[in-house]
């Protein structure tokens, strides 16, 4: 399922504090540095890992939601650099494939800025893209995968994403 | 309650179908009717009322019937797309339970565990006409001398499929939250801690057993919506429990009955049967049921025209209390409350999130209503209702 979608940058600025989504690429020897850790305490940042496929001693790649003040995440993304690691920004983007969807509302139990939400009148399960952060939270909770995800050009549901 | 069919028969409702005078309302329409007209206008006025539910439900599988080949085989052991399935039943039957996961499924040694594919996605696989892997294997016999197998089929290709679900149709289930420090997922779905949102799994008013709290027109050979196609009750589900607490109106305050239902899959829509993944937990499979209620009493018309806001039930802590067999409810809640998006416990407004499709729900009351109005649907006297509450 592999459908061409625009290229989209909109940033995510909500109370001066920046939600985005990075690719890392980490080479070998940063796999044993605890860089998480560092990003946490160090530079006062949340993150959230989307996904993760490091082993010792091996390239790793994360997918990193990193949430805190523009300029603690500068710091945190020159320490990254610093150490090595490839950071690309994913401008993440979310849709619904509404084929799939069959109304349930799982989903609306953890978007964080009701991006999905019930309307009440007939509890009809809607999604609203413009209020989407595309932090992907969504993604994995939704029983039958409706929720796909772009980063970059391709669309795709977050089992085929991590299958690749 | 010995004067149970004191309005109108099950003859006289197929007569009324078959002549296209019928009046048929969906659960929600009832509700309204009742609250404007009374309750003995609209026992008058109406007979059948139409119930549906679209959730996923653990308790579901399918005992396929594979076929023979030659040399002919005694399958032991069966898998469709990697998916085991129990092959201790006959030759070459097994049984494909909905929430067994792929073989080489992770699981929750990454957790939480994805679960991408389990038994309900190859239901629903067949169900959407794709190729399955059917390997299967056998320890001889003189009578079965194969001992292995391995084809691609169809649903098209298989000689008998039947949708068995021993336990379907929950009547009133818990809405579950998390009072512990460390997020959990569960078959509630996903539960932050520290009581930040709460999870249920009922459509309410349209739900089929809430229509019928006391079982009077359920039972075995009850002819209903199943996954697209017409089914049957053949049985009470296991887990049934009617002697649980009820409110003044007589429904259950916690889950009490269940129904066992089948159906031929051949017949069925994959509109209707969807295989799920719930993070965490595992592989189920949603199903659509739908149930005709015939007002064949006043007490039944009663009971259909009960509203969310008298359906009710507990708060369960899915941290610690489920999982430990604490049976100590935080709150009773109604309905209407967990519809409306929160609920207040120990004074916090907690977000709600339904599991179970309202909108699919109130769709399948919809289509139950246009077949029995068109006459493709008749209602069928069961021959034994499942069991009620002692008394
Ligand atoms: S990715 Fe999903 S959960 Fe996150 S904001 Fe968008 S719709 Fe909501
Ligand atoms: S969880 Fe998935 S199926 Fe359920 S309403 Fe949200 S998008 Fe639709």
Same mark, same amino acid.
């Given at each position: 399922m592999v459908i061409i979608a625009k290229t989209n940058n909109r940033k995510s600025v909500r109370d001066n504090v920046y939600t985005r989504i990075y690719f890392l690429k980490f080479p070998k020897d940063t796999s044993d540095k605890p860089v998480i850790f560092s990003l946490i305490k160090e530079h006062d940042i949340e993150?959230?890992?989307?996904?993760? #496929?490091?082993? =010792?001693?091996r390239e790793g790649i994360m997918i990193l939601e990193i949430k805190g003040s523009k300029s603690n995440v500068k710091k945190g993304l020159a320490y990254l650099e610093e150490i090595g690691v490839n950071i690309e920004r994913l401008a993440a983007r979310v849709r619904r494939d509404d084929d799939k969807c069959f109304q349930c509302g799982a989903c609306t139990g953890v978007c964080p800025v009701d991006a999905l939400y019930i309307r009440r009148e007939d509890m009809a399960v809607l999604f609203d893209p413009d209020k989407c952060t595309g932090c992907s939270q969504c993604l994995l909770i939704c029983?039958?995968?409706? /929720? *796909? /995800?772009?980063?970059?050009?391709?669309?795709m549901s977050i089992d085929a994403a991590s299958s690749k | 309650m010995d004067q149970i069919n004191n309005i109108r028969?099950? #003859?006289?409702?197929?007569?009324?179908?078959?002549? @296209?005078?019928?009046?048929?309302?969906?659960a929600e329409e009832m509700v309204s009717i009742v609250r404007d007209k009374g309750?003995?206008?609209?026992?008058?006025?109406?007979?059948?009322?139409?119930?549906?539910? !679209?959730?996923? /439900?653990?308790?579901?599988g399918a005992f396929l019937n594979i076929g023979q080949m030659i040399p002919t085989i005694k399958t032991s052991k069966v898998w469709f797309n990697k998916v085991p399935a129990y092959g201790g039943l006959a030759a070459v039957d097994a049984y494909l339970g909905a929430t067994e996961p792929s073989e080489d499924d992770p699981l929750n040694k990454v957790y939480p565990g994805e679960f991408k594919y389990g038994g309900g996605h190859v239901i629903e696989d067949l169900l959407r006409g794709k190729p399955i892997l059917l390997e299967a294997k056998a320890y001889g016999t003189d009578?079965?001398?194969?001992?292995?197998?391995?084809?691609?089929?169809?649903?098209?290709?298989?000689?008998?499929?039947?949708?068995?679900? =021993?336990?379907?149709g929950y009547q009133n289930y818990n809405c579950a939250v998390n009072r512990t420090e460390r997020t959990v997922y569960t078959y509630m779905g996903m539960l932050k801690a520290g009581l930040r949102n709460a999870t249920y799994c009922s459509a309410g008013e349209l739900s089929p057993l809430f229509n019928d709290p006391f079982y009077k027109t359920i039972g075995i050979g009850t002819r209903i919506f199943l996954g697209g196609a017409q089914g049957y009750v053949t049985w009470h589900g296991t887990q049934h429990r009617p002697n649980v607490q009820r409110s003044d109106r007589g429904v259950p305050l916690t889950p009490s009955g269940t129904l066992?239902?089948?159906?031929?899959l051949k017949e069925m829509s994959h509109d209707w049967v969807k295989g799920v993944s719930i993070l965490?937990?595992?592989?189920?499979?949603?199903? @659509?049921? @739908?149930?005709?209620?015939?007002?064949?009493?006043?007490?039944?018309?009663?009971?259909?025209?009960? @509203?969310? *806001?008298?359906? !009710?039930t507990q708060v369960v802590d899915y941290g610690h209390d489920y999982t430990n067999g604490v049976s100590d409810p935080l709150a009773q809640v109604s309905y209407a409350e967990l519809k409306s998006g929160s609920i207040e416990i120990e004074g916090k407004q907690?977000?709600?999130a339904p599991l179970s499709s309202v909108v699919k729900a109130r769709q399948i009351a919809e289509i139950l209503k246009k077949d029995i109005e068109n006459g493709t649907f008749q209602l069928s006297e069961p021959v034994k209702l499942i069991p009620g509450p002692n008394q």
């Amino acid at each position: 399922m592999v459908i061409i979608a625009k290229t989209n940058n909109r940033k995510s600025v909500r109370d001066n504090v920046y939600t985005r989504i990075y690719f890392l690429k980490f080479p070998k020897d940063t796999s044993d540095k605890p860089v998480i850790f560092s990003l946490i305490k160090e530079h006062d940042i949340e993150v959230n890992i989307l996904r993760a #496929d490091i082993l =010792p001693q091996r390239e790793g790649i994360m997918i990193l939601e990193i949430k805190g003040s523009k300029s603690n995440v500068k710091k945190g993304l020159a320490y990254l650099e610093e150490i090595g690691v490839n950071i690309e920004r994913l401008a993440a983007r979310v849709r619904r494939d509404d084929d799939k969807c069959f109304q349930c509302g799982a989903c609306t139990g953890v978007c964080p800025v009701d991006a999905l939400y019930i309307r009440r009148e007939d509890m009809a399960v809607l999604f609203d893209p413009d209020k989407c952060t595309g932090c992907s939270q969504c993604l994995l909770i939704c029983p039958v995968r409706a /929720m *796909e /995800m772009s980063l970059g050009k391709e669309w795709m549901s977050i089992d085929a994403a991590s299958s690749k | 309650m010995d004067q149970i069919n004191n309005i109108r028969t099950y #003859d006289e409702i197929n007569q009324k179908i078959k002549a @296209g005078n019928a009046v048929i309302v969906t659960a929600e329409e009832m509700v309204s009717i009742v609250r404007d007209k009374g309750v003995e206008k609209a026992a008058k006025h109406v007979d059948v009322v139409t119930t549906g539910t !679209f959730a996923p /439900m653990c308790s579901s599988g399918a005992f396929l019937n594979i076929g023979q080949m030659i040399p002919t085989i005694k399958t032991s052991k069966v898998w469709f797309n990697k998916v085991p399935a129990y092959g201790g039943l006959a030759a070459v039957d097994a049984y494909l339970g909905a929430t067994e996961p792929s073989e080489d499924d992770p699981l929750n040694k990454v957790y939480p565990g994805e679960f991408k594919y389990g038994g309900g996605h190859v239901i629903e696989d067949l169900l959407r006409g794709k190729p399955i892997l059917l390997e299967a294997k056998a320890y001889g016999t003189d009578c079965y001398a194969a001992r292995k197998l391995k084809k691609e089929i169809t649903l098209e290709d298989l000689p008998y499929a039947l949708l068995c679900n =021993p336990r379907n149709g929950y009547q009133n289930y818990n809405c579950a939250v998390n009072r512990t420090e460390r997020t959990v997922y569960t078959y509630m779905g996903m539960l932050k801690a520290g009581l930040r949102n709460a999870t249920y799994c009922s459509a309410g008013e349209l739900s089929p057993l809430f229509n019928d709290p006391f079982y009077k027109t359920i039972g075995i050979g009850t002819r209903i919506f199943l996954g697209g196609a017409q089914g049957y009750v053949t049985w009470h589900g296991t887990q049934h429990r009617p002697n649980v607490q009820r409110s003044d109106r007589g429904v259950p305050l916690t889950p009490s009955g269940t129904l066992m239902v089948q159906g031929d899959l051949k017949e069925m829509s994959h509109d209707w049967v969807k295989g799920v993944s719930i993070l965490g937990y595992g592989n189920s499979l949603a199903v @659509g049921l @739908g149930i005709p209620i015939p007002i064949l009493s006043l007490e039944i018309a009663e009971s259909t025209g009960i @509203g969310d *806001e008298e359906l !009710f039930t507990q708060v369960v802590d899915y941290g610690h209390d489920y999982t430990n067999g604490v049976s100590d409810p935080l709150a009773q809640v109604s309905y209407a409350e967990l519809k409306s998006g929160s609920i207040e416990i120990e004074g916090k407004q907690i977000k709600t999130a339904p599991l179970s499709s309202v909108v699919k729900a109130r769709q399948i009351a919809e289509i139950l209503k246009k077949d029995i109005e068109n006459g493709t649907f008749q209602l069928s006297e069961p021959v034994k209702l499942i069991p009620g509450p002692n008394q």
